[in-house]
């Protein structure tokens, strides 16, 4: 029964950011942009990199949400990330209905957070220059661990009642050790660099970025495969963040 509570007010307050985050005075975009941004974060959850240990993988629905907050208003980043995963869990992956919802809170507190602290934060995000300023060293900083936290213990919640372990020991071993902070660490920097390349290129960093992915999955991949498996317990319920 806790269990339902829980996805429950995490679905509600999903719902209260959503409308939040839709408030008056929010700045538009060009159609041509939210389809952008729409098949990125939907190609980013069909996208995965091998997690360290060889237990699950890591979503790259995360770089590709994080670029979107970084390049978007809150009211946007909220939209296209809810969308694009509502998408590929009703097309692709056949969620049940009660799962598409719980995704699409978890996504939408994260990036409603994480956003909001950037855009608190930041120098500005109205081009390459003020993206990539030092000055915003600290923001964007703040806005990642704001996404990895916020999203990590949501989805920690769930498996610790699911499985009836303690969300410490969960959160600790499935997201918080070095190897899977290194994962997480490399999908931020993935996300702040196709962020980047949509800042200089526009739509023809579509390209870019795909070759970016290409060279960094394998590379982690090799990087994951070269490290010694351990047979340390660990819930496996969860097979990645995003």
């Not at 290129?201 to 994951?224: C, D, H, P, Q």
């Amino acid at each position: 029964m806790a269990l339902i509570e829980y996805v429950a007010l995490v679905i509600l307050g999903g719902l209260v950011l959503a409308w939040e985050a839709w408030s008056p005075g929010q700045a538009g975009a060009q159609p041509l942009t939210l389809l952008f941004w729409v098949l990125a974060n939907m190609l980013g959850e069909l996208l995965w990199l091998p997690a360290p240990k060889h237990r699950g993988y890591l979503s790259m629905a995360t770089a590709a949400n994080f670029a979107t907050l970084l390049v978007l208003p809150v009211s946007l980043a909220v939209t296209v990330t809810e969308l694009a995963g509502a998408l590929v869990d009703v097309i692709f992956r056949h969620r049940r209905w009660y799962q598409v919802l719980f995704n699409g809170a978890v996504c939408c507190i994260a990036v409603f957070c994480a956003s909001s602290v950037f855009t608190a934060i930041c120098q500005g995000r109205d081009g390459l220059e003020n993206l990539l300023s030092p000055l915003n060293a600290g923001a964007l900083t703040l806005a990642a661990v704001t996404y990895f936290l916020i999203n990590t213990w949501l989805v920690t919640g769930v498996v610790s009642l699911d499985q009836k372990l303690k969300p410490c020991y969960v959160w600790a071993t499935t997201f918080a050790s070095p190897q899977e902070a290194l994962g997480s660490f490399v999908l931020f920097t993935l996300g702040l660099l196709f962020a980047a390349l949509f800042l200089a290129w526009g739509y023809m960093s579509a390209f870019l970025a795909t070759i970016a992915t290409y060279f960094v999955r394998g590379a982690y991949g090799r990087y994951v495969e070269a490290r010694p498996v351990t047979t340390a317990s660990r819930p496996d319920a969860v097979s990645g963040q995003g």
